[in-house]
T-cell receptor, first 115, second 117 residues
Framework: EAGVAQSPRYKIIEKRQSVAFWCNPI?????LYWYQQILGQGPKLLIQ????????DSQLPKDRFSAERLKGVDSTLKIQPAKLEDSAVYLC?????????????FGPGTRLTVT | AQKVTQAQTEISVVEKEDVTLDCVYE???????LFWYKQPPSGELVFLIR??????QNEISGRYSWNFQKSTSSFNFTITASQVVDSAVYFC??????????????FGQGTILTVHP
C-alpha cells in the first residue's frame, strides 16, 4: 500500500514570495491533516479536512496561509506572502476517519526555508 | 485545553542500555487516546503505539514497552537493550475523542535519543 506522498521535499524561497505544497493521502482515507513542525518542536496542526470539508483550521494563519482539498483526495497548502518565521517542515498526514481511534499516517514532509 | 510534556529534551545512552522516555499529559476529557511516534533523521513520523484512556494495561512489543498510569497522567516509553537504529526523535501525543479537538493530535516537544555504539 502506498504511503502519503508529498512534494516538493525541499523548497527555498525569499520572504514575501509565495509557495505551494502538495499532498496525496493514502487511498481511501477520508481525513487529511497539515501540520507545521518548527525545528526543535513537535508538529502543530494547521488544518484538518474530512473529505473536502474543513473540520478544524483554528491554528491556520488565514491572512497568509490557505489550503484546499477540492475533490476530497489530494490537497494543496499555500503560503502567500511567506515570512521568515514560516521556515519549518510541513507534514501531511491522513487517516481512515477522524478521531483518535484511527492512527494518522505521515508523509515525508516538505522542508521550507525562507531567506 | 490539552497539553503534552516531555521533560527530557535529549537522552544519550550506550548501546544495550535500557532507556525510558517520560510523557505527562493534561486533558479535561475523560475519553482520549495517547500515542508515541518515532521521527528518524529521514523526517517521516512513524506510528509506534496508540492507547485509549480506558485501557491501562501495559504493553510490550519486542524491545519496546509502554507504561500508562492514569493516576499520574503519564504514558512512559521504555526501550530495552537499545540499539543504534533507535536513535531518533520520539514524540508523545494526545487526541481527545470528541468535541472540537476531534482527531487533532497535540504533540509534546519531543525527546532526542542518541544511542552510541
Amino acid at each position: 500500500e502506498a504511503g502519503v506522498a508529498q512534494s516538493p521535499r525541499y523548497k527555498i524561497i525569499e520572504k514575501r514570495q509565495s509557495v505551494a505544497f502538495w499532498c496525496n493521502p493514502i487511498s481511501g482515507h477520508a481525513t487529511l491533516y497539515w501540520y507545521q513542525q518548527i525545528l526543535g518542536q513537535g508538529p502543530k496542526l494547521l488544518i484538518q479536512f474530512q473529505n473536502n470539508g474543513v473540520v478544524d483550521d483554528s491554528q491556520l494563519p488565514k491572512d497568509r496561509f490557505s489550503a484546499e482539498r477540492l475533490k476530497g483526495v489530494d490537497s494543496t497548502l499555500k503560503i502567500q506572502p511567506a515570512k521568515l518565521e514560516d521556515s519549518a517542515v510541513y507534514l501531511c498526514a491522513s487517516s481512515f476517519h477522524s478521531g483518535g481511534a484511527y492512527e494518522q499516517y505521515f508523509g515525508p514532509g516538505t522542508r521550507l526555508t525562507v531567506t | 485545553a490539552q497539553k503534552v510534556t516531555q521533560a527530557q529534551t535529549e537522552i544519550s545512552v550506550v548501546e544495550k542500555e535500557d532507556v525510558t522516555l517520560d510523557c505527562v499529559y493534561e486533558t479535561r476529557d475523560t475519553t482520549y487516546y495517547l500515542f508515541w511516534y518515532k521521527q528518524p533523521p529521514s523526517g517521516e513520523l512513524v506510528f509506534l503505539i496508540r492507547r485509549n484512556s480506558f485501557d491501562e494495561q501495559n504493553e510490550i512489543s519486542g524491545r519496546y514497552s509502554w507504561n500508562f498510569q492514569k493516576s499520574t497522567s503519564s504514558f512512559n516509553f521504555t526501550i530495552t537493550a537499545s540499539q543504534v537504529v533507535d536513535s531518533a526523535v520520539y514524540f508523545c501525543a494526545l487526541v481527545n475523542a470528541g468535541g472540537t479537538s476531534y482527531g487533532k493530535l497535540t504533540f509534546g516537544q519531543g525527546t532526542i535519543l542518541t544511542v552510541h555504539p
